[in-house]
């Protein structure tokens, strides 16, 4: 079965702290993606990856980074946490075939204070 | 650019009663369109898709939907609910390369017996 990993369920960080999202797939996905999730907002798009090394920026990718440096590996670098950052985060992976869908790790809930 | 609108953030319904979750896009071209539901404390999960063909789609729990191109709508119905469908309702179009995916704010389901 289609497994992604989230390795933290929740944080709790300071404002200006460095925060690190971690998220591993098993599935051998070339993509990987991170989302937010607020609500009335549905999920953004924050970054993406498709393939070892290559990212592209989503809609909102303003004070997050990422990382790839492995295939099944794909983090989400807070540089110096701030309040508004406070929120749901959401990894996924899938392959570019247009039948596949998405398959979601079950979330980061993220507060920074 | 691609975008999504669900008209209903909240639709509270009794349960074996019929329920429509209402999707409207927006796309100068040819759209993929995806329901994803999330269950509390999970990550979403595909709940049915569009890519091409027939405009009415069947998905997992009884769900399904239909494709209405000249109104660019994709509409999620179920014909009897039950109180295990209560979750977050997501729909989302497929922006450009590497199975991107543009989401909908959500439509909060509730079931109450």
């Known amino acids: 079965d289609v497994k992604v990993t989230q390795s933290s369920r929740y944080l709790v960080k300071r404002t200006g702290e460095k925060v690190f999202l971690e998220c591993v797939q098993d599935?051998?996905?070339?993509?990987m993606f991170w989302y937010r999730q607020d609500p009335g907002l549905g999920l953004r798009l924050i970054y993406f990856s498709y393939d070892v090394k290559m990212k592209e920026k989503g809609d909102i990718p303003e004070g997050y980074s990422v990382s790839r440096e492995k295939k099944e590996r794909f983090s989400l670098i807070l540089e110096s946490a701030s309040t508004n950052q406070t929120s749901m985060y959401l990894c996924?992976?899938?392959?570019?075939?247009?039948?596949?869908?998405?398959?979601f790790g079950n979330g980061t809930r993220l507060t920074v204070t | 650019a691609q975008s999504v609108t669900q008209l209903d953030s909240q639709v509270p319904v009794f349960e074996e009663a019929p329920v429509e979750l209402r999707c409207n896009y927006s796309s100068s071209v040819s759209v993929y369109l995806f329901w994803y539901v999330q269950y509390p404390n999970q990550g979403l999960q595909l709940l049915l898709k569009?890519?091409?063909?027939?405009?009415l789609v069947k998905g997992i729990n009884g769900f399904e939907a239909e494709f209405n191109k000249s109104q660019t709508s994709f509409h999620l119905r179920k014909p009897s609910v039950h109180i295990s469908d209560t979750a977050e309702y997501f729909c989302a179009v497929r922006s450009g390369g590497y199975n991107k995916l543009i989401f909908g704010a959500g439509t909060r389901l509730a079931v109450h017996p």
């Open positions: 569009y890519l091409s063909g027939s405009t």
């Open positions: 599935m051998d996905h070339e993509n």
């Open positions: 996924a992976g899938g392959i570019s075939s247009d039948n596949s869908p998405l398959h």
